[in-house]
């Protein structure tokens, strides 16, 4: 019926597009001229004919110059100015552009399904744009957001290029632990989702560095990146229905700007460290410990493994172990080469770019290596009916490591450990006695991983208020990676051979992806009223494959890389998985008089990861702003230059489980047992469990003062998480660690936000801008049907955080037995998971950043703060009983208690005693190891100098310098505060220096 | 005009295509992947039955709760095995309820159990074959989770006995005292044994036959201290034909002994150097020893003339010191000719001694002890000892002829009271070291199996 319909519209489709084919005859002249500022000339003022996208910039001396038909109005909008719009009347054109009013507020946001102006927005969305990610030298664009955007806190993984990051948006919104899929938001380039979730995406083999988190935006330069929006509130992400529940990332590509073709070369090398070492316990220090744990003991003839005390080891030696193993300097070299241009109609960006990082370890493999290509195509047909864009990003990153991170023995191994190397070269092994930390880096790690990503969006324009949009593409993204181990990595003592203990593993990872999305846009405009509608339909289907091989025992390592020629070939794993989804969705935006503004959007969605019966889910939320500036009463206010009202409300979900979790079957076993496989239950059966649900309202207030010199938003959110979907934790005795189902509970997440922006100096040499955000998030557990009846009664506690801890409660060194004292709640003189009583929160006060940008003449000086409030494990999480020869233990250590020292922190050394063994075993559970971790980080610092070189056609050339995570304020117990895996290699700091040719 | 029209026709294409997309709600169907199977075909096909009962040995095989939890480690806890590790809780006695090992030993038990639940629940239903075929399966699954109740009741106690796939009953499941436990234990051996056979279904005696019940129900009735019942069923299996002890100790542990009740098939990756993960974790050849090599106490509680001391121990030395390692899987060969033992003939033996001597038939017991002592170079016992020497020896016959065989020395002990010798060996031994630590994770996750073991 509808198709009918449809097709009856033609006749009347038709007539308007004859009627407006006749608008194009102009006479096309060049035109060139200047724009100037109240002191002199604007440098990167955009010129864009209106009603095209065609435009230019200007250049140094605020210079332009660009082809448009006589008669056609030339639109000049520069930040913090007016925008001004003038006539094509010759062919030269003298601008001048007043500062102020506005300006912020016309920027363009983009919301992904369509893009409102920063003024006219009912949701919570923040942006950052290419100006602040290339202040940074770093790998993934997550690294750039960090610190710089309210409400989204972001935590490295490891500091070895190539790994993984968690990434919360206003909070943790699940009980799913962390990385298995937990916060993680749905990320979106240029229109095109890329899955970061429980099935794709996951290495096979990487657990020991990365555990198997890899962050899929390192296929993606940051350099490409335009701007990144990341959307918070109901407003916002409603309209991604099921998928919006943890934040939407949109990510927006580098496109052409029409004029002369460019050239942009960008080429940068930078050095980094690891920023600070822990301080550990020296010879001196360590020895002092051996001895005081042997008499301790009563032992006087040392037991065989005692290789220091029995002269296996010369005692006295001294190797700064983590200098030795994580203090490299890893160097890393960039080099970029971009073109772009076009007229008019088609626009053109190609830019490529080829990056190496190193690492810090000695001796390792080249490290991360990305190669891409960025490719985006911009076509406009000349009736400006057809409107076409195609982008292209292609990247190929490879990693190459040593298969295990060496921060977990550079700080374990004792100071007096023997030599790396014997006088010959060759490993030092001590006769057998020592594990030499170098040995394991003869096990490689290599991957490669390949990410496409390919898009096309089609607009056609049926009536000057009605178009229709094609938005569709794929995106492939494989990893292989491959462990090599060969025998030499063995104590000699062993006497293993290649034949069978060289074993090489091979896991091959492929996720395609394809993505189709038909939509109509509306505009209608009479008199005060404005409405705009969006109603669109999208379909999805992921599918994954998983393959993994092995091959043990080699004639010669020689042939390691082969597994053909192993031995031994075993298939462990072969997988593919598959995801559908499918949604239909709507916007409805109406305003009247631009003052009063209503957004109202939906989506039905449909995901295969649920049961018959729970396929499909409503989402909605409804916007609302109210510019009160532009009231009468406003008007006479003459400091206040916009302020704005704005509230959301509404329902976002997640699928985020998993694919085939409903489904009753078994699994095939590739462990034979009299060479027959074996089929596993696969799961606990539940087919009941469906969508869980979000539910976001906010209030906000955004207002500029004095001429849009200080720019201020304050937001109150409160986000509602229930019907939870998660992994619950079942006893072992069921057979399963947990089941996938609706979780009766409701966890909030509260908060303030608050964000700043001064324009503190705006004169003809020098300017001074000042951004400030900070985040005051809550996460408390607000509802729990029958808590203390579930598995969940000691983890949870409602009214506090979901980030809890129940411990031991820690009372000090007890004087008659030598050993920790801890709280005895039920009296009955065991310490035991009775006594677990008291819940600590693992809380996130606040976090921020204050950033300052500095101009002065041709030179540029941009830095960032980071600051977190926050508590966390310290070092005695992972403290264990001193004494033993494996472990060396931090400088802090030494104050041991004694009766000399009774107020000594840590007990005394002891080389065998079961009891100070568990009494450590409480510690690490006990309040005590929760503690501060805050800091204040200088997280970027950027020096830039520019010049333009006309004569020999150089438009600018930028030379700088930059720096991450340069300074780090704390007084946290551990090697980095900013996360919180102890073993791996914390945050580098980086210098990187560089340059940028434009001609 | 025909130019003019197309784009239309496109742009109406577009639209249709959209609301055609709407249109299907089957978009979201998808297809089972390729390595899962639904439940009820797993259970219409004899193949894939099979399949289902293979997974099940394949745990069994990996399952350290019959290994002495794997790397000597209940050898280590007790007096036999002497660790080079610098830390290592077992060897020190240390163990905690929060330690990793304890909750995968828990929890894969019972992850293994729910296989063999699900395998009882799915067969019993099923139509897919013939009653003999299916009894006899169904044999098999209710043996191997008796078998697993026994141990696990040894290390932990009072246990839960889950007998279904039902979650949420299991998940607040209360615990059976250790009683209740082998009783029921008994029940599961005994619907075994009437459903299986004498014959091995494979020649290299992987799969349990009636005998294996057998000898598994007799050590059962061990512990429910019936001890005319364990003679009986230790007869049977003496008196089977199938069975002769090796008078060559180098046999012994060899694939095809005919000692050999039950042995596992062995891994594919162990096949070509090692045979068994035993040589792999006791073998070496440098000193000093990087893991574990056999204690003094353990040495000395050889005769010099013993010949399991010159066939299943190895010296290892450098001219200054000495240490010995476990030498009964040898795994020197590049063919699988060693296959890891789970029970063997010689077993049978002593428990009927033991029985025998419970029965206060001290002089029968030092006889058939002396069955095996003869076989082992030794002097035959005297048939005058009293019944608490008689323990002692036989106690230390046990040690000489199960030494690191899945922690066979701590469970003899365990069962006659005498753990407390530890006592004088293992400076850390404790009254509360008789039973392991309820991990403690499962505590908090199901308050039913509290209290947690005494001591812990």
Known sequence: ?999 | MNNLYAPIKKGVGLLILSLFLIACEDMVEIELPDNQLNTPAVFSDKHTINAALSNIYSNFRGAFLFDGMGDGNLSKYTDELESFLQEDFFYANSLTASEPIVSQLWNLSYSDIYHINAFIEGLEASNALEERDKKALLGEAYFLRGLYYHYLTQLFGDIPYVTTTDYKANSRIGKKTYLEVLDLVEKDLKTALESMDNAYRHPDRIYPNKAVVELVLAKNYLLQKRFDLVEQYAQNIIDNPLYVLETDLNKVFKKSAFSTLWQRSPYDIYQTESNTPESAIYNFTTLPPTRIALSNTQMQAFEPNDLRLQQWTKEVTNGVDSYWHVYKYQGLFNAPIEYSIVFRLEEAYFIKAEALAYQEKVSDAVNVLNEIRTRRGLMGLPTTLNKADFITELLAEYQREFFTEGGHRFLDLKRNNRLQDLELIKPNWETKHALLPIPESELLLNENLKPQNYGY
């Open chain 1, 1 to 999: 019926m509808k198709n009918k319909y449809n097709i009856s519209c033609i006749g009347l489709l038709w007539l308007f597009f004859c009627l407006s084919t006749s608008l194009y005859a102009q006479e096309i002249i060049s035109v060139q001229g200047r724009v100037d500022g109240a002191e002199g000339p604007l440098v990167g003022v955009t010129v864009l004919i209106k009603g095209t996208q065609s435009a230019t910039v200007t250049d140094y001396n605020g210079s332009f110059k660009i082809k448009a038909p006589k008669g056609a109005s030339l639109l000049f909008e520069y930040m913090g100015y007016t925008s001004q719009e003038r006539e094509v009347k010759a062919d030269v054109l003298i601008v001048k552009l007043n500062e102020n009013t506005e300006s912020l507020k016309e920027i363009t946001i983009n919301t992904g399904y369509y893009s409102v102006k920063e003024r006219e927005r009912t949701g919570s969305i923040a942006k950052i744009t290419a100006k602040d990610i290339e202040l940074s030298p770093v790998v993934n664009p997550l690294q750039a957001i960090q610190g710089r955007m309210a409400g989204v806190h972001i935590t490295q993984n490891t500091g070895i290029a190539g790994g993984g990051f968690d990434i919360e948006i206003r909070g943790r919104n699940s009980f799913r632990s962390s990385g298995v899929g937990a916060n993680i938001p749905l990320y979106i380039i240029d229109g095109l989702p890329i899955s970061e979730n429980i099935t794709a995406n996951n290495s096979l083999l990487s657990d020991k560095l990365f555990q198997n988190k890899i962050s899929v935006l390192n296929g993606i330069n940051p350099k490409d990146i335009e701007s990144i929006e990341i959307l918070k509130d109901a407003d916002a992400t409603a309209i991604y229905g099921s998928r919006g529940a943890n934040g939407v990332v949109l990510i927006t590509t580098k496109k052409g700007i029409a004029g002369k073709t460019r050239f942009t070369i960008n080429s940068s090398t930078s050095f980094s460290k690891v920023g600070k070492f822990m301080d550990m316990m020296n010879t001196q220090q360590f020895n002092q410990m051996r001895d005081e744990a042997f008499s301790n003991d009563g032992i006087t003839v040392f037991p065989a493994n005692a290789y220091d005390m029995n002269g296996m080891w010369d005692r006295n030696r001294y190797t700064d172990w983590q200098k030795e193993l994580i203090g490299g300097t890893a160097i890393s070299k960039d080099i970029a080469l971009g073109v772009s241009g076009g007229n008019d109609f088609t626009r053109f960006n190609v830019n490529l770019a080829h990056g190496e990082n190193g690492t810090v370890f000695p001796q390792s493999g080249k490290g991360f290596v990305r190669n891409s290509a960025l490719i985006n195509l911009n076509h406009r047909s000349q009736d400006d009916k057809w409107n076409i864009s195609v982008m292209a990003n292609y990247s190929v990153s490879t990693n190459d490591l040593p298969s295990a991170d060496l921060t977990t023995p550079a700080l374990k191994l004792p100071p007096n450990a023997p030599a790396l190397y014997q006088p010959n070269g060759k490993l030092n092994w001590q006769d057998g006695t020592f594990n030499n930390p170098l040995a394991p880096l003869g096990k490689t790690y290599d991957s490669e991983t390949r990410l496409l990503v390919l898009n096309t969006q089609i607009g056609y324009k049926i009536l000057p208020s009605t178009s229709i949009k094609l938005n569709a593409g794929v995106t492939t993204n494989s990893i292989e990676d491959r462990v090599l181990e060969p025998h030499t990595i063995w104590n000699p003592s062993f006497n293993r051979t290649s034949d069978f203990w060289s074993i090489s593993q091979k896991g091959t990872n492929n996720s395609d992806s394809f993505i189709i999305e038909p939509q109509i846009h509306l505009e209608k405009k009479f008199r005060d009223h404005s409405l705009k509608a969006l109603v669109g339909g999208t379909f999805q289907s992921n599918s994954s494959d998983l393959f993994s091989n092995m091959g043990i025992g080699f004639s010669s390592n020689a042939f390691i890389t082969n597994i053909g020629l192993a031995q031994m070939q075993i298939i462990n794993q072969v997988k593919g998985s598959e995801y559908k989804y499918a949604a239909l969705f709507i916007r409805l935006n109406y305003a009247y008089k631009d003052k009063y503004i209503v957004n109202l959007t939906g989506r039905r969605d449909g995901s295969s990861r649920f049961g018959d019966n729970n396929k499909f889910g409503n989402f909605g939320a409804l916007g609302a702003a109210w510019i009160f500036s532009e009231e009468t009463f406003a008007k006479n206010m003459s400091w206040l230059s916009f302020g704005k009202l704005r509230g959301s409300y509404g329902t976002t979900g997640s699928d985020n489980v998993g694919d085939y979790m409903y489904l009753d079957t078994y699994t095939a076993n590739t462990d034979l047992y009299d060479g027959l496989s074996g089929l596993y239950p696969s799961r606990l059966f539940n087919p009941n469990y469906s969508w869980e649900k979000t539910t976001k309202l906010e209030m906000a207030l955004e207002w500029s003062l004095f001429k849009n010199r200080i720019n201020a938003s304050l937001a109150w959110y409160q986000n509602r998480s229930s019907n939870q979907l998660i992994d619950i934790k079942l006893p072992g005795i069921t057979g399963f660690p947990s089941i996938t189902d609706n979780f009766g509970a409701t966890i909030q997440n509260r908060g303030w936000e608050f964000t700043l922006n001064t324009i503190n100096v705006r004169k003809k040499d020098w300017s001074w801008t000042t951004n400030f955000n900070i985040s005051l998030p809550e996460n408390k557990l607000i509802a729990f049907a029958g808590l203390e009846e579930s598995t969940y009664k000691n983890s949870y506690v409602v009214g506090k955080s979901i980030n809890l801890v129940s411990t031991y409660n820690y009372e000090g060194i007890d004087l008659s037995t030598g050993l920790y004292k801890f709280t005895d709640y039920d009296n009955n003189n065991i310490i035991n998971t009775q006594d677990k009583k008291v819940f600590v929160e693992r809380e996130m006060k606040f976090h921020g950043g204050l950033q300052n940008t500095l101009s002065y003449k041709n030179f540029s000086l941009d830095f960032l703060f980071q600051f977190v409030k926050q508590t966390n494990f310290n070092f005695d999480n992972i403290m264990t009983r001193p004494g033993t020869l494996i472990t060396n233990y931090p400088e802090r250590v030494v104050d041991r208690w004694s009766p000399s020292n009774l107020e000594g922190k840590y007990l005394q050394a002891h080389s065998s005693s079961s009891a100070a063994s568990n009494s450590y075993g409480f510690l690490r559970e006990s309040n005590r190891a929760i503690s501060d971790a805050s800091f204040i980080r200088l997280k970027n610092l950027s020096l830039g100098y520019q010049l333009a070189l006309p004569k020999l056609g150089i438009e600018l050339l930028n030379l700088y310098v930059q720096g991450q995570n340069l300074w780090t304020w704390t007084n946290y117990y551990g090697i980095d505060p900013e996360f919180t895996s102890i073993g791996n290699l914390p945050p580098l700091r980086t210098i990187s220096f560089g340059m940028q040719l434009t001609f």
